[in-house]
């Protein structure tokens, strides 16, 4: 857990209405990017070193003598009382997009790691899938605007945050444990990525296009927006290209197979169709190709996206109702793992898998005298199928074919109310989910292949799922309380229920999933306490959740191993319990008005009801961060680290983790020609080139060394 | 727009009505030619009868074959129903005779078809060749017809039946009965026969058959949940489960084991002992 001062943090201290905020951090900016092809690598790399040399002088002569507006936005915002975290990925203030941020124009990923509440689980350096309170992909809801979407790949390859980009996005909404389940059921939390929409502010036409590289894996992006809004119309589009070739780690050592490329293209509209009523629509492509993943035996040819939706919203609805809001959303993933580039393999293979998701919500607010009321019912029908084709080294031999999901149909509807009350000095919200989820195990062929293992299996299954929360904040004399009690569960996930020999190379074993397992339930407890002043604001905070009938993988010796080399097969099942907890305390200290500093601490512990450990634990973990920001130029000095990994088990794969420490510092600069603004940032990130890995990089492959970037933004209003 | 609308009707109802007539037809085409899905393997000419020979595989393979029957009356251009048959399949080897196990020769469903199967050990070859001789009776008159036949190895050359000497020092010929494996949990079944001497094979119905499905393409992989293989004297085979976790190639070990449990042949598959010695091989 690090933290970077630069990109907005923004501190829960103050009680706030939630109603209020949501509409605040509504309003972004329209956009679309223009792509162009990448050039010819090596000469882009030479081209690169001057570039960012004459920018970095070109900065520094300029420093002194530009006048423009702050950069900074949200900075004295207040979090609702059901969000932990926002990260704000662009800015609604401006066209130029990204400045918040330490490092405009990288990968979400890197925005996502740069929070406080997430970690990312790392395989490579593309797809990284985010972890919340120690918890990772079936344990926490990934949304994005509210729409379920679930990845393709059996192997985590790629999480549903693969599928966006910064540019069409506004903010990441972090919400802990069961605060986060009104967007669905979770046991970590929720993350909801909000995209950015122009909203009908009165902007007009606003073009903007942005290009940035890096020296530490050769990486080239270039985005543009084109975006038109007025008060009965707008529409949004934006393109962004990325490009990498493998990182070098510290010490200048490569690492292969860590190469990527992407592009994500999406657009939104919508028509006001009267004054309280809106129609929009969103569509997002995104495809990579080429995705190496070092850590992996395997890499991915092809990771594509298809999200759509439609939406309705009225301002008044019946009775007291209001803000009704309904969605309609369809999403397609379609995903080829492939191991065509890899040199040795004990046997060749094709693994694609396929994800669809048709789903839809529909909510109201009510107020009343000192209540928000919010009800929502919501459903989602999803197909997981993914398959795997074994080609034997005899060609003469027959290739081996088999589902690894088969075809598992899950529909799930559910009915949310929350209402939040004020009470005096504090707000007391009491918020409740209840679901029905069915599993029908579609394919014959599949289905077959798990009664192998589950004779008695059945086809389909119904699942109740539940989840209460209370969760109060209150002022005090010197400072705010914030604490809450929940409990919820969750249902197996596809891989989890019904997963066919899937190979998991962290722990070098099979996987099979377990159709009769219990829904796994946590009770939750939560407390924050933050003292606010002006020119510092101090939180301490921690959360514990017991977690019964927690699922993970156990060792089965009597099944035999499909994957060539692997250890052993193991079957998922229901711990009696596991124990989990973070603490944090996190400082900001503003030393001046343009002068910032900024530091975090937190510790994580899990263990099952033997005490042992659980995997993906972070050790203690730390940062520090200096940020200048006038009104043009922002500095930024970060440092990040991690205590030793002592409580790993290598019963799931892990090893000790040496503790590190690194060092980043960005520059920004804003310049301006008439109405159009030109933004320019740099930065070096690993300053003294540390060979290091954490406790989320799989199988240790370690992180990217000393890597420089340079980022440039022009807007034309 | 009406006569469109009414042809269509027309064209929906009688596809309606052609499909169902099809159905009620179909037992009445079985009637006459009960065996039209299977191939005919010989037809023999003699005594004034045609005796046909069906399978449902294309040729006499080495393993185990069902085989049908008919007799067909020349003079009343007819199938004989009711007749009783015996056979007697021989090797003729260069320097010796031998036949194979056989069933008894039974009736079906249908009155004119007969059913037995062979567990034919070898091919033929140039210079060694299998005939096979009918002996029946119809109206107390008894009848014989002797015709060559040629035994092929099966097309896809996988192994699915062993002739050995078991550690009892007795001969046993083992075979698996056809199956179209799936990739689930598949009824498998098989047959054994001890030789007692270069003519006679009588089945063995108290020994037991352990099998462990392999995959050699897989790193030996195996798959949970197979059943042994026991004797079930109403199909008069012998019976288990076989799991099968892929499609691919895999390889059946089998240890066989007398009703003392003691293994007449076949060995564990382990770390060092990739297979048995005895086994049976699927492809699909």
């Not at chain 1, 084709?389 to 509807?413: H, K, S």
């Not at chain 1, 080139?689 to 807007?715: H, L």
């Not at chain 2, 609308?5 to 929906?12: I, P, R, S, V």
Request: proline share 3%; with cysteine.
């Amino acid at each position: 857990m690090y933290y970077y001062l630069c990109y907005v943090k923004i501190s829960s201290s103050v009680i706030v209405y939630p109603t209020k905020l949501l509409d605040q951090f509504n309003y972004n900016q329209m956009k679309t990017k223009i792509s162009w092809s990448h050039l010819n690598m090596r000469t882009q790399k030479k081209s690169f070193l001057y570039f960012s040399m004459i920018l970095f002088c070109a900065l520094f002569s300029t420093i002194s003598n530009a006048q423009e507006q702050k950069v900074e936005i949200l900075q004295d915002s207040i979090l609702p009382i059901n969000l932990e975290e926002v990260i704000v990925i662009s800015s609604y203030k401006n066209a130029l997009e990204h400045k918040s941020h330490h490092k405009p124009l990288s990968t979400l990923d890197e925005y996502l790691e740069s929070s406080q509440k997430v970690n990312m689980i790392k395989r490579g350096a593309y797809a990284w899938e985010p972890v919340l309170n120690d918890m990772s992909s079936e344990r926490i809801s990934v949304t994005i605007d509210g729409m379920r979407i679930f990845g393709a790949c059996t192997d985590k390859m790629d999480p549903v945050t693969s599928y966006v980009d910064v540019s069409n996005l506004s903010e990441a909404y972090i919400s802990s444990g069961q605060q986060g389940a009104e967007k669905g059921a979770t046991i970590g939390g929720a993350l909801d990525l909000r995209l950015e929409k122009s909203n009908f502010k009165p902007t007009g036409l606003v073009g903007a296009f942005e290009t940035g590289g890096e020296s530490g894996n050769n990486a080239h992006i270039f985005g543009g927006e084109l975006n038109y809004s007025d008060e009965t119309f707008y529409i949004d589009t934006d393109i962004i290209y990325r490009k990498a070739e493998n990182y070098a780690a510290g010490d200048g050592v490569e690492v292969p197979f860590s190469q990527f490329e992407k592009y994500n293209i999406s657009a939104n509209a919508g028509y006001r169709v009267s004054d309280d009523r809106k129609l929009s629509a969103t569509f997002i492509f995104d495809e990579a190709r080429d995705v190496g993943y070092p850590a992996l035996p395997m890499d991915v040819s092809l990771a594509q996206a298809f999200i759509g939706s439609v939406s309705w919203f009225q301002n008044s609805f019946f009775g007291n109702f209001e803000k009704w809001k309904t969605k309609i959303y369809a999403n397609k993933v379609t995903h080829a793992m492939d191991d065509s580039k890899r040199p040795d393999v004990p046997i060749r293979m094709d693994m694609p898998g396929w994800s669809e998701t048709y789903g839809y919500f529909s909510q109201a607010k009510m107020k009343l005298n000192n209540h928000d009321f919010l009800v929502k019912i919501d459903g989602f029908y999803n197909c997981s199928l993914a398959e795997m084709t074994m080609y034997p080294a005899d060609p003469n031999e027959r290739e081996m074919f088999m589902l690894t999901w088969p075809d598992v149909r899950t529909l799930n509807t559910g009915f949310y109310a929350e209402d939040v009350i004020k009470i005096n000095e504090g707000i007391l919200k009491l918020s409740t989910r209840l679901a029905v989820q069915n599993f029908n195990v579609a394919d014959e062929f599949g289905f077959n292949s798990l009664r192998i293992i589950y004779p008695e299996m059945q086809q389909r299954q119904t699942r109740f799922l539940k989840s209460i929360s209370t969760k109060y904040q209150t002022k005090m004399e010197l400072f705010n309380f914030t604490g809450g009690l929940s409990y919820g569960d969750r249902a197996p996930s596809v891989s989890e229920g019904f997963g066919f020999y899937l190979f998991n190379s962290f722990d070098n074993h099979d996987y099979i999933g377990n159709p009769d397992m219990e829904n796994e339930k946590a009770l939750e407890g939560n407390a924050k306490l933050s003292i606010t002043k002006e020119k510092f604001n101090i939180n301490l905070e921690g959360n514990y959740f017991y977690i019964t009938d927690y699922i993970i993988g156990e060792i089965d010796s009597e099944l035999s191993v499909m994957t060539i080399g692997a250890d052993g097969v193991k079957v998922y099942k229901n711990l009696e319990s596991a124990d989990l907890y973070n603490v944090s305390l996190d400082t900001e200290y503003k030393i001046l008005p343009e002068l910032k500093w900024s530091g975090v601490i937190s510790y994580h512990r899990g263990t099952d009801q033997d005490g042992r450990n659980l995997p993906f634990i972070s050790p203690v973990a730390y940062g520090s961060n200096l940020q200048y920001n006038n009104k043009t130029f922002s500095g930024d000095l970060t440092m990040r680290g991690a205590g030793q990994q002592k409580n790993f088990n290598p019963e799931f794969g892990e090893d000790e983790t040496d503790a590190y420490t690194v060092f980043s510092l960005t520059l920004g600069k804003q310049f301006s020609f008439s109405d159009d603004n030109l933004y320019v940032k740099l930065g070096v990130e690993n300053i003294f080139d540390q060979f290091y890995s954490t406790y989320t990089d799989w199988k240790n492959i370690p992180r990217m060394g000393r890597n420089f970037f340079a980022t440039v933004s022009y807007a034309i209003n | 727009m009406k006569t469109i609308k009414f042809l269509f009707a027309t064209f929906l109802f009688s596809s309606i009505f052609i499909s169902c007539t099809d159905d009620t037809d179909d037992p009445i085409i079985i009637e006459e030619n009960p065996l039209a899905e299977f191939n005919i393997l010989t037809s023999s000419k003699a005594n004034g009868h045609i005796v046909e020979v069906y399978s449902e595989q294309q040729q006499y393979t080495i393993g185990y074959n069902e085989l049908f029957l008919r007799i067909k009356d020349e003079s009343t251009d007819s199938y004989v129903s009711n007749a009783e048959i015996s056979w007697m399949p021989v090797m003729h080897m260069t320097e010796m005779m031998h036949s194979c196990p056989k069933s008894s020769i039974g009736k079906t469903d249908n009155a004119s078809v007969y059913k037995g199967f062979t567990v034919f050990q070898m091919p033929g070859n140039t210079d060694e060749y299998w005939d096979l001789t009918l002996e029946y009776t119809i109206a107390d008159q008894e009848y014989t017809v002797t015709e060559r036949i040629e035994v092929n190895s099966p097309m896809d050359g996988k192994k699915r039946v062993n002739s050995f000497i078991g550690s009892d020092d007795s001969r046993y010929i083992l075979a698996m009965l056809p199956i179209v494996p799936e990739v689930a949990v598949n009824d498998f079944s098989a047959v054994v026969f001890k030789m007692e001497n270069m003519m006679s094979f009588p089945a063995v119905t108290d020994y037991k058959i352990a099998i462990d499905p392999r995959m050699p393409s897989m790193g030996n992989h195996s798959s949970p949940n197979n059943e042994d293989l026991t004797y079930d004297s109403v199909s008069g085979f012998y019976q288990g489960k076989l799991s099968l976790t892929m499609t691919g190639y895999w390889k059946i070990n089998l240890k066989l084991m007398n009703a003392a449990d003691e293994i007449l042949k076949g060995e564990e598959v382990t770390e060092e002992n990739e297979a048995s010695s005895l086994f049976f091989e699927l492809e699909f």
